[in-house]
């Protein structure tokens, strides 16, 4: 942490941020410059010495401001796990040159329509299989999912097809029944700080896949992941899947895929695009797919369904069997490019 | 919902959506236009009805964009319930011209400390205390609170100081056990879209207190108030606490006073304003606190504290005594002006 | 200047830091953490020396981040000049206590139509008069404003009614002719950053009211009035008129009030609110104006006009005759509470 | 544009709605609803019309929101020009198929400085040569450019090089100057909304490269292009550089490749990427550049110098040769994938 004085702070103002520091338990180092000084805390502070000290020290006069030097994730970072984690879920491998494509429709909508799409999915080369049992819906008029009903037409058409699957789990006391009919634990954008999801998410031995909250920062996001992994789980898949955006003209959300390039230098965590939330619309689904796999991502999940036109949710940004069948068949020749398995 | 088609659309694309709009049982409005033609569907649609009409039409050839001509919520409108709510909690009133302060610390860390921050908000003259037992932070390695032990500290306090109570509830199984010991439940804004939450508040006698999230527009906020008024509780109190900003060199947050005089021109619910939060730098919350009431809000929340620098959370956002008992007194004197009580 | 090493980073590592450091002729200060090592530029660089600084070392081996300490403006800073700034133009005194409303139609539509409005302006107790003569217009198939005719119209006026003027200049050329018939020149929000108009606005007599950009940042704004203070022209007034929103559904800009109370922290140059850009809507304006005292506000430019339904720009924004008159009543009454003379 | 009154609204208050469309000359189109009315306005409204209906229909009592149908812009939409617009400098061709790189330094230094960066741009096989002659520069203490004697080092360096040339001209008044000097006019974020400019531009016989202002929405961004294509140049390139951010942690602007699609689908202008400032950050560079290419981005514009550590701007997101050669080859490669010509 670096406190930094205002211009004409006083002797006894820098003295009384220092002592202020020894008083914590802390050695400062002041640094006087040209115009300013600078009072460094060279120690690694846990959250809480942080925002205590920071409550001591923004009171002090001629404090001008208070930075941060470190990053408040450890387990997420790359600075302590230098190797991509590669997670296994049966057969399918997620990161480390692992290219995974997660598809299907929006919301689990009964065991025919549901089989259906997923032969779809798996006629189309896809190998992992999403759909919403419980949906986090914006107004409370809306389909909200079969709940266990669906999680049970999931494990039975998974068993059917061999897919692997993943679904979404909306709150702590969920988490036990949606882990043991599905592979993957999806976290949704809404829910990426429901602290307790999290840590009973981290409980479970199931891999989680975290979406990004749409106007989380990188560190929120990561600090999230770090939730998961402090109850030890290791399996933790990162997804851009779009953040507000102030024009909304003719998307829905804003795709950051510079994120895809940020995360890769941060953390050792597998990296996923979802370009469906991501823009919203199924026509800019393909380009954004493949632009996500050049600029390194480590997967993609899309919305598809056999007949988009009847989905109860989401169907302007679904794809129908041609148009996956397309990106796939893109994505197949574009993946010797970028150097991923697909 | 109203159809824009593309210029130049054929005739017999405009008579293809017409078509498609009549498949779903509703009869559509053609409007031909000098250059291009809108087809209006003159019907109130549930939202399930609006998204698969959507899916249908985006797909279809020859449209240019689709847009919504109705509010999607109902019980929070003012169109449907003119007066605004008054929320009784035991004396306390809050609305319809009544002025609440909550105030009181971050968190409880314990009954000494938090009596005394008790006696210090009566003392200034507020009658409702503010105060975390579960804490939601951003990094796992924070203090996340005394939980149920917090909950009977504030349990003890209150009866001891006459005070009403109000403490935010992370999730849907903590709501019962949280509304035992507490007035008001308060829902946070990492919490504005946890639905089974909601729901669960809904269920609740207890008024429920709905932070805006960072990126929840107004219309997300208020079917998020929806979702609890959907469940027969008819208490919900809004409150605006900052949203995300692309500038955030001098403040946490960006407090947006507007939302005030938008919500009191869309609904009968109260409005209060969090400065605290809003801003994050307690020399800013007096003024802010003020503003909010000339902008016509029911009331605010801020964080006091006793000792704002021996906080364990949020100590730089937080104001002492003498700041607090100077804000009431600021706020008394403008409250005539206002045409509120105090 | 601080440089963050990442963790791990080797001795050779900090000292290449270092060194770099020193090649510059500047002396680092080393602060070996806990974990990691911090490096320290005790100097106050120029913004080229920083800039150069800053790709020099985001290329070594072993960085982590590197973050800036000191503020980039100077003329502005409160730092260096400690009284509140008042301008005075003719009987007319804005900033240091003084409250000025700033009032007028959005554009000049002929000497009629200007003198009624001008008229109104006055009999409701306002005496600065604004109105644009060149209007810049998002579509250029929208009305541009009678220019050069339109600055004679107002200079007329302005000399029948004694009022106090100013409006918007678009290009640096036009400086000097627009100073030549009105007293205040207005910087667009979307000139904010149009250097050679800020640094020939420097070198006029008149006083500069400079409008933030809609994603200026604070410091942004403040580098911007520090062109204007540069080339000599100490008296800058910084106008808030709204920021860029994620949502739009109720109204046009987001007004970021906390602003006033940050740059009333910051800087001594007086500061006005525009609530009616700031909105976008007639009914939202009174109540931020007030708020916009509270806040601390130096004064207010609002939309006004006779028949706003008849105007030929912003009429859903603008103030009649009798919202304007109720409004200047208001803040008379408030004006007393807030400490200022209006 | 449509009309949508509020539930409940009585006949007497629909009347007065349509009644206040036809003293426009307008014929208003009644839709009566399950529980509200919308009134449409089938007519294609100029700007000012638009605005003049809305000041006066936003007044009425019963309304409740009013729409726009109809796109602003219209030289610049596919729905007018079908085909793809292919630009022509010299040899060079820019869209239509054609992906162009433009490449250089931030700022021209010097003659022997800039002669070496084009020497080496055209070494990596890039024929389109980038460089500042007048710097907008967020701090007046910043290096401004050589301005016109920048200007005539362009130009000799191209007369050696063969290279097609592009600087930023930042004021109406230099638009000659530099039009005489350098074959493609850049417009830069700062100066997008700038109109005198892009009137001047629109005069001139030269390309005109429009980069998207920070907050720009889609629209407004083509209605900038709108001003330079009204004045009789059909020449314009839009150019995406990064929007407005709100985590600037690890990046300095927030790329929307998502817009690449956007503007695909509504305009027939050519689209380029910069994500040299769209990330900030050197490292990101390559990685968007390709995703933009895959996304259907008609070129790039990146920042690249012999020696970064020693460039007077921007040193840390521009790349050095050999990171330059190797992005020009990963395009090439590419460049059989995405199916255009480099």
């Known amino acids: 942490m670096i406190v930094v004085m205002q211009l004409g702070a006083t002797e006894a103002q820098i003295q009384a941020v220092a002592e202020?520091?020894?008083?914590?338990?802390?050695?400062?180092?002041?640094?006087?410059?040209?115009?300013?000084?600078?009072?460094?805390?060279?120690?690694?502070?846990?959250?809480?010495?942080?925002?205590t000290l920071e409550g001591v020290l923004s009171r002090l006069e001629g404090v001008n401001k208070i930075s941060e030097t470190s990053h408040p994730y450890k387990l997420a970072s790359q600075e302590y796990h230098r190797d991509p984690t590669l997670i296994q879920v049966g057969e399918e491998k997620i990161g480390a040159g692992h290219f995974a494509v997660m598809a299907g429709p929006c919301s689990v909508e009964g065991y025919e329509e549901y089989r259906e799409a997923a032969l779809m999915v798996k006629a189309c080369g896809a190998r992992i299989l999403r759909g919403g049992a419980f949906k986090p819906r914006t107004s409370p008029y809306s389909f909200q999912g079969l709940r266990v009903e669906g999680l049970k037409i999931i494990q039975q058409v998974a068993r059917e097809t061999g897919l692997v699957t993943i679904t979404e789990v909306m709150s702590a006391d969920m988490v036990e029944v949606v882990a043991e009919h599905v592979d993957i634990l999806q976290i949704g954008a809404r829910s990426m700080q429901n602290y307790p999801l999290l840590i009973e998410a981290g409980k479970s031995q199931r891999p989680v896949f975290l979406k990004r909250g749409p106007s989380a920062t990188i560190d929120e996001w990561l600090l999230a992941a770090e939730y998961v992994l402090n109850e030890g789980n290791p399996n933790v898949i990162m997804c851009e899947r779009g953040i507000i955006a102030f024009d909304r003209t003719y998307t829905r959300n804003l795709l950051d895929l510079t994120a895809v390039q940020v995360l890769k230098a941060q953390t050792h965590l597998p990296v996923i695009v979802d370009p469906s939330h991501g823009t919203g619309v199924a026509?800019?689904?393909?380009?954004?797919?493949?632009?996500?796999?050049?600029?390194?991502?480590?997967g993609i999940m899309v919305e598809v369904h056999p007949d988009p036109a009847e989905a109860k949710s989401?169907?302007?940004?679904?794809?129908?069997?041609?148009?996956?069948?397309?990106?796939?068949?893109?994505?197949?020749?574009?993946?010797?490019?970028?150097?991923?398995?697909?």
Chains 1, 2, 3, 4 share one sequence.
């Open 283 to 298: 026509k800019f689904v393909p380009g954004m797919a493949k632009a996500a796999m050049v600029a390194g991502a480590d």
């Open 314 to 342: 989401d169907g302007s940004q679904t794809l129908d069997q041609a148009q996956f069948a397309g990106l796939m068949a893109d994505l197949r020749r574009l993946s010797d490019y970028a150097g991923v398995k697909l």
């Open 20 to 51: 202020a520091i020894r008083a914590k338990g802390l050695e400062p180092l002041v640094m006087p410059g040209d115009d300013r000084t600078a009072i460094g805390i060279p120690a690694s502070l846990t959250p809480d010495q942080r925002m």
